[in-house]
T-cell receptor
Framework: IAGITQAPTSQILAAGRRMTLRCTQD?????MYWYRQDLGLGLRLIHY???????GKGEVPDGYSVSRANTDDFPLTLASAVPSQTSVYFC?????????????FGAGSRLTVL | GQNIDQPTEMTATEGAIVQINCTYQ??????LFWYQQHAGEAPTFLSY??LDGLEEKGRFSSFLSRSKGYSYLLLKELQMKDSASYLC??????????WGAGTKLIIKP
């Protein structure tokens, strides 16, 4: 089934630990994104990548890093997790040729940092 | 800067019509998007408006007034499955979406 796969679905993590959220898409979309969603707030962009080999900072990039070595994969790393990074993380992708902001989202990764 | 406002929650009755409003402030304008998000699930794309007027797509329609910085999503013949959050979003100067906090729509039988 074409789409975006995120892993893990859910994770509880001790503060100070390193964590990588994985995201893979099979739609050959050029652009990919990481958002976090917190209760009462809109989706907030963490990092994005317009094409393989390039990345950019979104609204809330501090404490997070990304890489885009190929078209399909866009992992998000928390180098040293803090409780304020407790959130639901969504990976998304889009094809700028057909609709740059028509995003397809993964199912989300729920992260709890204690 | 950019700002998007939507009502936090609305309640409507099955079979009725509901209008969900969104007001926005942007330094430029590159269209307005509506997404639907069921509880515990990912957002899914509903509509995109770049010109003024009403765009109809089945039971859902979306309206835009660029001069007023205003949009609404109109849902007709409401069904229980329409219970969800509805997210309004506009691109910023880097063409990345800025999102409203979403309107939670509760449908009652």
């Amino acid at each position: 089934i074409a789409g975006i796969t995120q892993a893990p679905t859910s994770q509880i993590l001790a503060a100070g630990r390193r964590m990588t959220l994985r995201c893979t898409q099979d739609m050959r979309h050029n652009a990919m994104y990481w958002y976090r969603q917190d209760l009462g707030l809109g989706l907030r962009l963490i990092h994005y990548s317009n094409t393989a080999g390039t990345t950019g900072k979104g609204e809330v990039p501090d404490g997070y890093s990304v890489s885009r070595a190929n078209t399909d994969d866009f992992p998000l790393t928390l180098a040293s997790a803090v409780p304020s990074q407790t959130s639901v993380y969504f990976c998304a992708s889009s094809d700028s040729n057909t609709g740059a902001n028509v995003l397809t989202f993964g199912a989300g990764s729920r992260l709890t940092v204690l | 800067g950019q700002n998007i406002d939507q009502p936090t929650e609305m309640t409507a009755t099955e079979g009725a019509i509901v209008q969900i409003n969104c007001t926005y402030q942007t330094s430029g304008f590159n269209g307005l998007f509506w997404y639907q998000q069921h509880a515990g699930e990912a957002p899914t794309f509903l509509s995109y408006n770049v010109l003024d007027g009403l765009e109809e797509k089945g039971r859902f329609s979306s309206f835009l007034s660029r001069s007023k910085g205003y949009s609404y999503l109109l849902l007709k013949e409401l069904q229980m499955k329409d219970s969800a959050s509805y997210l309004c979003a506009v691109p910023d100067s880097n063409y990345q979406l800025i999102w409203g906090a979403g309107t939670k729509l509760i449908i009652k039988p």
